[in-house]
């Protein structure tokens, strides 16, 4: 599972593969191997939290996000409280083989976003993960978070699906809505619109799948009738839903 949301617990239950399952040494589990984290945000990290009574939980993380799930949020103590967590350190470039002939490799993501726990100077803060598929040789990148995508271009290379960070339509969205004041970029998401958008960068890319994920309910792309919904649709790109499925 990449990262653990606040709604975890609904997710589990709308995926029936993940459905708890009697356990031959009592009880009853969750069939999850591992969390692979792309950062220490609480977005992608409380969800952690519900998953506390197993017997043990393998988390992927940095060092750099470990130590702010440790230090600055203590959500890592107050987790190994209840259970085992086993650490598994991500090392950018580093191939690291997963079940079901799967592995990952990720990659840093740089961000000028301001930590709200620790010192924030950390390279690791953000990563992105390259899944591999060993059998048909495919790849998947997860992207939720990025600032520039300029940064990590080379990443792309190759991969047979994108799903890339789609939080914001303009860059200003929530100023415009009074709802923050702080720009997408600031939060550390580069906006779809726009000349140095994520939509004019990407559209150019030979990728057979791109997908807008992590999407704030603001982004009017999550209304199906909506104008900036139908402009990336001309673009061939899609939007995620609850319950997408994609085979490699």
């Not at 709200?116 to 690791?124: E, Y």
């Not at 000349?195 to 704030?216: F, W």
């Amino acid at each position: 599972m990449f990262n653990a949301s606040p709604d975890l617990r609904t997710q589990l239950e709308s995926f029936p593969p993940l459905h708890p399952s009697a356990n031959p040494r009592g009880g009853r589990t969750v069939p999850l191997q591992a969390v692979l984290l792309t950062d220490a945000e609480l977005d992608h990290t409380l969800g952690l939290l519900l998953l506390r009574e197993g017997r043990g939980l393998e988390l992927h993380a940095t060092e750099a996000v470990r130590d702010t799930l440790d230090d600055g949020t203590s959500l890592l103590r107050t987790l190994q409280a209840y259970c085992p967590v086993q650490w598994r350190p991500v090392i950018p470039e580093a191939d690291v083989p997963l079940a079901d002939g799967l592995s990952y490799r990720a990659f840093d993501v740089p961000t000028t976003k301001l930590a709200r726990f620790g010192p924030g100077t950390d390279k690791g803060r953000v990563v992105g993960y390259r899944l591999t598929d060993q059998g048909s040789g495919q790849t998947l990148v997860y992207l939720p978070s990025v600032q520039d995508l300029a940064a990590v271009r080379e990443q792309l290379d190759d991969c047979a699906c994108l799903l890339v960070d789609g939080t914001c339509w303009r860059d200003d969205e929530l100023i415009r809505l009074g709802l923050a004041g702080k720009t997408a970029r600031d939060m550390g998401h580069q906006p779809i619109d726009g000349p140095d958008g994520s939509l004019a960068q990407l559209a150019r890319l030979p990728i057979e799948r791109m997908i807008y994920t992590h999407i704030n309910n603001t982004n009017p792309i999550l209304l199906e009738d909506s104008a900036e919904r139908l402009i990336l649709e001309r673009h061939g790109m899609e939007v995620a839903m609850d319950g997408l499925e994609l085979r490699m």
